[in-house]
């Protein structure tokens, strides 16, 4: 099972996913949805340069502008972008053609009622898909910590040729139950490894890659 820890701030927060043998880390870098995750380019540069390749980096953002996002990854020498927006196929082909390196994970949206926001058949251009909630009230497009059906996860990852990773409300108690009945390539956590303040738990993190990886 790959593991992917998101919405890193810091170089603290990155050797907590480091130590913990996470296999994917996720900057967030581009806002325009709410959140209290994003940093600033410099810092997510900070961050890909302390993790010296030890595991992947993947840049997440709301932009929908190719031009802007080549430009944010080019900087920050990411491994993956991740497209967590409904930007245009269109511009998604200027990343592709400028980018052909950096692989693409691609958002299909599914609220916590069951609504499936994404035409995921329309997407052209994806490497990995990531199965996500939406809070419409809220405006959050990701970290809402809300759990979508996963039955409907399950039918959708039945569905695509690529691999896809689970994310929406996992915690380390429930990470291997949605594992089971999902059946993903890989799973992603913000708010589940978040303590009270909203920060990075050592603890949550460490627990969670290790509850995500036992083969039942």
Request: charged share 25%; proline share 2%; with cysteine.
């Amino acid at each position: 099972m790959i593991v992917k820890i998101c919405a890193n701030k810091s170089v603290e927060d990155a050797k907590m996913c480091l130590d913990a043998k996470a296999d994917i880390i996720g900057i967030l870098v581009g806002q325009e949805h709410t959140s209290n995750d994003f940093v600033n380019k410099e810092t997510a540069k900070e961050i890909v340069k302390y993790i010296d390749k030890k595991c992947k980096v993947v840049l997440v953002t709301h932009l929908t502008n190719a031009n802007e996002i080549i430009k944010l990854a080019q900087f920050i020498e990411c491994d993956m972008i991740q497209l967590h927006s409904n930007i245009k196929e269109n511009e998604v082909e200027k990343i592709v053609s400028i980018l052909p390196n950096i692989k693409l994970m691609r958002l299909i949206h599914i609220s916590n009622t069951g609504e499936i926001y994404t035409n995921y058949n329309e997407i052209k251009y994806a490497d990995y898909y990531i199965l996500d909630s939406f809070n419409k009230s809220t405006n959050q497009v990701g970290g809402t910590g809300l759990i979508h059906d996963w039955n409907i996860s399950h039918n959708i990852i039945k569905q695509l040729n690529k691999p896809t990773f689970l994310a929406g409300g996992l915690t380390p108690d429930n990470v291997q139950d949605a594992i089971n009945t999902v059946d993903p390539y890989g799973v992603d956590v913000n708010s589940g490894c978040k303590n009270e303040l909203g920060m990075k738990d050592r603890d949550k993190v460490i627990a969670f890659v290790k509850n995500a990886k036992i083969r039942i």
